[in-house]
T-cell receptor, first 116, second 115 residues
C-alpha cells in the first residue's frame, strides 16, 4: 500500500488566491512526522512545513499552513495569497519513528501552476 | 550556514567511465542521504549514513558506491553505469536519526546523463 497519496497530479491557481494541495497517508506507527517540500524546476527540494503526529495545533509557516486531520489521515497544504514563484512541484512526505529508519516516504507530487 | 552543496551540477558520462558525485554540509548534521529522482517521479532513497557509518542501503546496485570520509562530506562513486541510471541525484542531511522531526535539508542535486 502507498504510504503517501497525492491525488492531484496538477493544480492551477490564480495569483493572490489560496490553494489546497491534498495529501493522505497510511501508517500504523503512532509516532510519525509529515513534511511538505517544494521542488522548483532547478531541482532543489525546499522544506516548507512540518507536522508531528502528536502536535495539537496545525502547523503554520508564513503563507503555508497544514490542515492536519489525524482521524482522516490527511495533511493538506494550504498556500495563501499565491505568487508566481510558487509554481513548482510539491511533495508530501512522511517519516515513521518506530521503524527506526529515517526514510522519508514521498508522494508522487502535485505540480502547481500560478496563473497571472 | 544552512546549505547543502553538491558538485557537479551536471554530469555526462559514458558507460565505461568512473566518476564521483560530491556533497558537503557544514551544519553539524550527523546523518546524510543519497536519493535518486527520475523525471516526474518522487525521490527514492538510496543510502543513509549516520555518524559516518552506512546505516541503510536500499538494495542499490554495486555500480553505485557511497563513501563518507568525514561528518561533512558524502561521496557517491559511479562505475559502469547504465543509461537508465540517468537521473537527478539529490543529497540531503539532517541532525540525526530516530525522531519524527528530523528535517532533511536537500542540496540542489546533480543531473546525471549516462550515454
Amino acid at each position: 500500500a502507498q504510504k503517501i497519496t497525492q491525488t492531484q497530479p496538477g493544480m492551477f491557481v490564480q495569483e493572490k488566491e489560496a490553494v489546497t494541495l491534498d495529501c493522505t497517508y497510511d501508517t500504523s506507527d503512532p509516532s510519525y512526522g509529515l513534511f511538505w517540500y517544494k521542488q522548483p524546476s532547478s531541482g532543489e527540494m525546499i522544506f516548507l512545513i512540518y507536522q508531528g503526529s502528536y502536535d495539537q495545533q496545525n502547523a503554520t509557516e508564513g503563507r503555508y499552513s497544514l490542515n492536519f486531520q489525524k482521524a482522516r489521515k490527511s495533511a493538506n497544504l494550504v498556500i495563501s495569497a499565491s505568487q508566481l514563484g510558487d509554481s513548482a512541484m510539491y511533495f508530501c512526505a512522511m517519516r515513521e519513528v518506530q521503524t527506526g529508519a529515517n526514510n522519508l516516504f514521498f508522494g508522487t507530487g502535485t505540480r502547481l501552476t500560478v496563473i497571472p | 550556514d544552512t546549505e547543502v552543496t553538491q558538485t557537479p551540477k551536471h554530469l555526462v558520462m559514458g558507460m565505461t567511465n568512473k566518476k564521483s558525485l560530491k556533497c558537503e554540509q557544514h551544519m553539524g548534521h550527523r546523518a546524510m542521504y543519497w536519493y535518486k529522482q527520475k523525471a516526474k517521479k518522487p525521490p527514492e532513497l538510496m543510502f543513509v549514513y549516520s555518524y559516518e557509518k552506512l546505516s541503510i542501503n536500499e538494495s542499490v546496485p554495486s555500480r553505485f558506491s557511497p563513501e563518507c570520509p568525514n561528518s561533512s562530506l558524502l561521496n557517491l562513486h559511479l562505475h559502469a553505469l547504465q543509461p537508465e541510471d540517468s537521473a537527478l541525484y539529490l543529497c540531503a542531511s539532517s541532525r540525526g536519526l530516530g525522531s519524527s522531526y528530523n528535517e532533511q535539508f536537500f542540496g540542489p542535486g546533480t543531473r546525471l546523463t549516462v550515454l
